[in-house]
């Protein structure tokens, strides 16, 4: 089983939806992250959480909502999304402060917007 | 224009085969680590490169980092279908700002 837990594998939604994606991480890890996955393009890094703080939002529109309850949860809530944000999104956790610490990622949620 | 230029973008060998991938930068970095993604899965960390010019293998994956610390190399030996998936390198710049190029495609037929 992996460290990094992201449900639903899958997700199809039209631009008036409202969903969240969500991720566990069982490494005991103090940072949790979402990336956007879209193809031909480097990983972007959206999020980043470390003991339940925001600590970094690269300009992500106001339709991608993030919560962090815990140390061990990170959701993503969708709101009127548009076609281009289709992508996998991807979810990480690591280590904070420690730049050798490498990234665990879950296996992505393979969002579809219509 | 990326931090993180990774080439070639796509590669298709046959079974047996060793390569080359490369990944640039005008940036230097505190670390750089290497990532392979299968199908359906989230990356997995293959290494990671701290010191400028060290050199570390992993079985039949040999991974540079440069005297400057800009760029990274991986080279594989004797290619296996197995091997198959997108690498991606990433640079560490500060403790949390990880930048990801854009990744090598690698295919290796049997």
């Known amino acids: 089983e992996t460290g990094v837990t992201q449900t639903p594998r899958h997700l199809v939604m039209g631009m008036t939806n409202k969903k969240s994606l969500k991720c566990e991480q069982h490494?005991?890890?103090?940072?949790m992250y979402w990336y956007k996955q879209s193809a031909k393009k480097p990983l972007e890094l959206m999020f980043v959480?470390?003991?339940?703080?925001?600590?970094e939002n690269n300009s992500v529109p106001s339709r991608f909502s993030p919560e962090c309850p815990n140390s061990s949860h990170l959701f993503l809530h969708l709101h009127t999304l548009q076609p281009e944000d289709s992508a996998l999104y991807l979810c990480?956790?690591?280590?904070?402060?420690?730049?050798?610490?490498?990234?665990?990622f879950g296996n992505g949620t393979r969002l579809t917007v219509t | 224009t990326q931090l993180l230029e990774q080439s070639p973008q796509f590669l298709s060998i046959q079974e047996g085969e060793n390569l080359t991938v490369y990944c640039n930068s005008s940036?230097?970095?505190?670390?750089l680590q290497w990532y392979r993604q299968e199908p359906g899965e989230g990356p997995v960390l293959l290494v990671t490169?701290?010191?400028?010019?060290e050199v570390k293998k992993l079985k039949r994956l040999t991974f540079q980092f440069g005297d400057a610390r800009k760029d990274s190399s991986l080279h594989i030996t004797a290619a296996q279908p197995g091997d198959t998936g997108l690498y991606l390198c990433?640079?560490?710049?500060?403790?949390?700002?990880?930048?990801f190029g854009a990744g090598t495609r690698l295919t290796v037929k049997p």
């Open positions: 990480a956790s690591s280590q904070f402060r420690d730049s050798n610490s490498p990234l665990h």
């Open positions: 490494l005991g890890h103090n940072a």
């Open positions: 959480y470390s003991l339940e703080e925001r600590v």
């Open positions: 940036s230097v970095f505190s670390s």
């Open positions: 490169v701290v010191t400028g010019g």
């Open positions: 990433a640079g560490a710049r500060n403790n949390n700002d990880m930048r």
